[in-house]
């Protein structure tokens, strides 16, 4: 009898967030489990078996050395690995240590600071090793997550989009909140895969996705500022759950114009 295969799930620097995402498909895990067998599951369990894994998903951040030496064990143990959520694919919240001094934060938060132990960064799963997929978003949608795992069981790649959350706006039959209401959206330069929930319900997108594919930023600027967002506004949009992509942190040439 051939053996299901194994999944195994990963928390680094992050809030948990994505993998109670996992938790909360309720009857189609119990259908998962039935042609998975999970292995190590933390949040879940506590069986925790020897690798290797034929799929990881990997939540978190790499924000210490000892992440740092993990991960990489991980990856050899793991025939696919998967990136869940804002922190593992673009370094999270967290990742804002990246543009200013991790040894003053750490003096302000911390009585002792000396015995903390942690780097200057926080970066993305694929900064330190082979990443096979990506799922984005904080936390990860959950149909994305179900989808990808019913690939790998059915053998064929998962449907991951890479347009704009506007399309997923137009295709769901959402009025653009900012064309119609004035509110600032990150939309137009923001991955799909959410859903367009935050316009479904009157609010622009925050950009928790991340960056889409060659995003526009240049167009999308005048657009905020027409919309009621200074320079301080925009700054913060962007850098907040995907504050170190290269798509929204490199923008200094569409700011300046």
Not at 2 to 12: G, H, Q, R
Not at 109 to 122: G, R, W
Not at 180 to 186: D, H, N, T
Request: with cysteine; glycine share 8%.
């Amino acid at each position: 009898m051939t053996k299901p295969p194994t999944l195994a799930v990963w928390k680094f620097t992050s809030c948990d967030g994505c993998q109670l995402t996992l938790l909360d498909c309720e009857d189609e895990l119990l259908t998962l489990a039935g042609r998975l067998r999970i292995t190590h599951f933390v949040e879940a369990s506590s069986v925790m078996e020897p690798g290797p894994y034929d799929v990881s998903l990997v939540e978190g951040s790499i924000t210490t050395q000892e992440e740092l030496h993990r991960i990489t064990e991980i990856r050899e143990q793991s025939r696919i690995l998967v990136a869940i959520g804002a922190c593992a694919t673009h370094g999270g919240i967290q990742a804002l240590r990246n543009f200013a001094d991790v040894t003053e934060f750490t003096s302000v938060v911390y009585a002792s600071p000396e015995h903390i132990a942690t780097l200057a960064t926080s970066t993305p799963i694929s900064a330190h090793v082979p990443v096979d997929f990506e799922l984005r978003g904080c936390p990860i949608d959950r149909r994305q997550l179900l989808d990808t795992l019913c690939a790998f069981l059915a053998g064929r790649s998962p449907d991951i989009p890479n347009t704009s959350v506007c399309t997923e706006c137009k295709r769901r039959g959402t009025t653009c909140v900012t064309v119609a209401e004035g509110i600032p959206c990150l939309g137009p330069v923001t991955q799909a895969g959410c859903g367009a929930l935050c316009p479904a319900y009157h609010r622009g997108c925050f950009g928790c996705f991340g960056p889409m594919a060659n995003p526009n930023i240049h167009a999308l600027l005048p657009i905020l500022r027409v919309n009621g967002m200074d320079t301080g506004d925009i700054d913060r949009v962007f850098a907040t759950y995907a504050a170190a992509a290269p798509g929204f942190a490199n923008r200094g040439g569409d700011e300046s114009s």
